[in-house]
T-cell receptor
């Protein structure tokens, strides 16, 4: 089983719908992140959390919200999906003082 | 605005050759640099990290850092078809401050 698990892996949704992407990890890391990846733009940080009570906006947080339900769980919500939120979404974790990020398998989201 | 620039490629090399991937960055303060490999449709995985000027070797991979010129490179010796992937350059102290480049696609021809 993967250390960082994302569900669903693929999702097609309609404009205006609310959708939640879920991430769980078994690595025991405190730090969790949500990125989106678009062709030619690299990975861009949406939100990050250093522990259950510490949640921070990244560079592209507009239109997104998150919930850190437990140390191991970090969910990303699109309140009202729009087509330009079509992208590949990655959850990642890292340990305190360690620079490497461990990524989930990704969620391919299409908003039509 | 901190930026990491990479040539999007594709970079095509024959099997057994040396693949050279380059990255420039704009933030002189950054101390840590990383190379991630990402296969099509898969998640990025860290293959090299480098923190000081010079070369760092790990198997067939060598990372090179030149802070004065603000560039970091990745050399892959004896390239194999299995090395075909997108390589992401990243900089920062790690964690949330990591800034990723858009990636260079590498294609190794058998």
């Amino acid at each position: 089983d993967a250390d960082v698990t994302q569900t669903p892996r693929n999702r097609i949704t309609k404009t205006g719908k609310r959708i939640m992407l879920e991430c769980s990890q078994t690595k025991g890391h405190d730090r969790m992140y949500w990125y989106r990846q678009d062709p030619g733009l690299g990975l861009r940080l949406i939100y990050y959390s250093f522990d259950v009570k510490d949640i921070n906006k990244g560079e592209i947080s507009d239109g997104y919200s998150v919930s850190r339900q437990a140390q191991a769980k970090f969910s990303l919500s699109l309140e009202s999906a729009i087509p330009n939120q079509t992208a590949l979404y990655f959850c990642a974790t890292s340990d305190v003082g360690v620079t490497e990020a461990f990524f989930g398998q990704g969620t391919r989201l299409t908003v039509v | 605005q901190k930026e990491v620039e990479q040539n999007s490629g594709p970079l095509s090399v024959p099997e057994g050759a040396i693949a050279s991937l380059n990255c420039t960055y704009s933030d002189r303060v950054s101390q840590s640099f990383f190379w991630y490999r990402q296969y099509s449709g898969k998640s990025p995985e860290l293959i090299m990290s480098i923190y000081s000027n010079g070369d760092k070797e790990d198997g067939r991979f060598t990372a090179q850092l030149n802070k004065a010129s603000q560039y970091v490179s990745l050399l892959i010796r004896d390239s194999q078809p299995s090395d075909s992937a997108t390589y992401l350059c990243a900089m920062g102290p790690g964690g949330f401050k990591t800034i990723f480049g858009a990636g260079t696609r590498l294609f190794v021809k058998a």
